[in-house]
């Protein structure tokens, strides 16, 4: 049997755009002599789709929609995801359609993900089926990791899949279905989706492994591809990408979920604050791989503590990139806010009163730009200091989307590296050599209150992506005095991270969404 895997950038709620890229992609399919295609789950909704799947109207639409595809499956047998109301509630379903009818719905079993949780129930499960006289089981989503001794009549396991991307998760995705496909003896394929929603960004990498184990078949990563698998023809065995891709894989998600974020919602041109450092270097240069240099501007404001070089480094940054900048100091609004503040603060010593005025003053300027000319504010943050609360609430906290913040500092060094091996070294040696410092005060350095970040990075990864206990960190051979600083620190910051902009989700374990604490609580103490 040879089947199509169409492997779409799906819009949340765009059901005639879908639905549209659906009926393009059966066409496509039937031009290559396919038998069956497949297609992602939710396909017709996009996903996550969230309170939409709680909406009757938008349920039935979606079933409308399908029927419109069903008529266009004239000799060709499809598999298409959606959301189907029943009476238990609304299930995550594929829908087999042959000879213009959809025969059955196979619904989704075990709901794992939270962004599901609350707006989908669980359904029966995996199915056999027959499709053009072979013997399949379809399998939506995370049933796939559940499923085990098939009948032995079938012959094809049909997966349709909306997974999310991940550092590392490829890799064990295809780790746990080349186990599958060996151990029950069967074909497996498997249809993803690609692109971003939101703070979700679907890699692709959709494929087919033979019954020996083998992969067979690995679609494009991020990118739109439509393949297909003949399960009697030979095939050569090809390679998962390994551990030294992973960099070059997080680029390419952090820009496809940046452009998709910006084009899904109508946005077309990108504001960033350039300070000379590595986030906001790096930010820049995602933004202009994503929207084009004409759509990015940058503003550089610079304060009585910024140093001469960062704002070359700034300009640097902005001339190789070819986006157009401003410099302009906040020298005299600094002054002219603390001066009229003095009469309620008291005219005190330095503190962090007086640095949190600097950036919060960026950011009304940043805005500003925004408001008056269009060009939507990109948030510069990593995940590092969001973890520990070195960032100030309504100043480098604020922005309409952050590409970078599930990202930890030692990363961006590593992202940043990536992109000068490929886009001619827009970010200059001394911007990577500088030691890490927000130009708050005099001579400030991130290194007064903390170890190097690597250091922190290893015992942050720990704590938020393994789970670990302080305990296991400090037997691990980390400073006890550290790892309890580190800790308080993470805990004491929640509020931070419960006010910040939709963060790209890059890792296994982003802030709001795998990790979650309560606003309100002493753990701890």
Same mark, same amino acid.
């Given at each position: ?37 497949? %297609? ?7 996903? #996550? ?8 109207? %938008? ?23 959606? #959301? ?9 379903? +594929? ?28 359904? $029966? ?44 998760? /490829? ?14 003896? $069967? ?30 078949? /690995? ?13 009697? +023809?030979?095939?050569? #065995? ?51 791989? +994503? ?58 010593? %330095? ?60 990363? /961006? ?22 030691? #890490? ?20 990075? +290893? ?67």
């Amino acid at each position: 049997m040879k089947i199509a895997i169409a492997q779409l950038n799906y819009t949340v709620g765009d059901i005639d755009g879908n639905t549209s890229k659906i009926i393009d992609s059966i066409t496509r399919a039937k031009g290559l002599g396919a038998d069956l295609v497949l %297609f992602a789950e939710q396909a017709v909704s996009g996903t #996550p789709a969230f309170d939409l799947l709680r909406k009757t109207t %938008f349920l039935e639409l979606c079933e409308d929609a399908l029927v419109q595809i069903a008529s266009c499956c004239d000799d060709i047998a499809a598999i298409v995801g959606l #959301p189907i109301l029943t009476a238990e509630g609304t299930i995550s379903a +594929a829908a087999l359609i042959q000879d213009r009818k959809v025969l059955r719905y196979v619904g989704k079993k075990y709901i794992t993900a939270r962004r599901e949780m609350g707006f989908v129930v669980p359904s $029966k499960g995996y199915e056999y089926v027959t499709i053009k006289g072979h013997k399949c089981a379809i399998v939506v989503g995370d049933d796939l990791r559940r499923i085990h001794d098939c009948d032995s009549s079938v012959e094809t396991i049909l997966s349709i899949n909306a997974r999310r991307y991940g550092r590392g998760t /490829m890799t064990r995705r295809y780790e746990m279905m080349r186990d599958l496909a060996f151990v029950e003896g $069967k074909n497996l394929v498997m249809a993803n989706q690609v692109g971003g929603n939101t703070e979700i960004v679907y890699d692709g990498t959709s494929g087919a492994i033979n019954r020996r184990g083998e992969l067979c078949l /690995m679609m494009k990563s991020f990118e739109e591809d439509l393949a297909v698998f003949d399960t009697e +023809a030979p095939a050569a #065995p090809v390679a998962v990408p390994s551990s030294g891709d992973r960099t070059r894989l997080v680029y390419e998600a952090a820009v496809c979920g940046l452009r998709d974020f910006y084009l899904k919602n109508g946005y077309t041109k990108a504001a960033v604050g350039l300070s000379g450092g590595i986030d906001s270097a790096v930010t820049a240069c995602l933004a202009v791989a +994503a929207l084009g240099r004409t759509n990015v501007r940058a503003l550089l404001m610079p304060s009585h503590f910024s140093s001469d070089h960062s704002v070359e480094d700034a300009k640097v940054v902005a001339e190789a990139l070819g986006i157009e900048y401003n410099v302009i100091p906040i020298n005299e609004i600094y002054t002219s806010v603390v001066d009229t503040l003095k009469p309620v603060t008291g005219g005190t010593e %330095f503190d962090s009163t007086e640095e949190n005025i600097q950036t919060r003053i960026r950011t009304v300027l940043l805005m500003a730009l925004q408001n008056k000319t269009g060009y939507v504010l990109l948030n510069s943050s990593n995940k590092s200091e969001n973890a520990l609360g070195l960032c100030t609430l309504y100043g480098d906290t604020a922005g309409a989307f952050s590409p970078t913040g599930d990202l930890y500092k030692s990363e /961006m060094y590593d992202l940043a590296r990536y992109i000068n091996r490929t886009l001619g070294d827009p970010i200059p040696e001394s911007v990577l050599r500088k030691e #890490p410092s927000s130009e708050l005060r005099p001579d400030q350095k991130d290194s007064d209150i903390l170890p190097p970040y690597e250091v922190v990075d +290893a015992i942050l990864y720990r704590m938020i992506e393994e789970g670990q206990h302080r305990e296991e960190i400090v037997n691990a051979g980390f400073d006890s005095e550290v790892v309890e600083k580190i800790h308080s620190m993470i805990m004491r910051n929640e509020k931070k991270r419960y006010q910040f902009p939709p963060v790209l989700r890059l890792s296994t374990c982003a802030f709001g969404h795998e990790w979650l604490m309560p606003l309100v609580n002493r753990y701890g103490d």
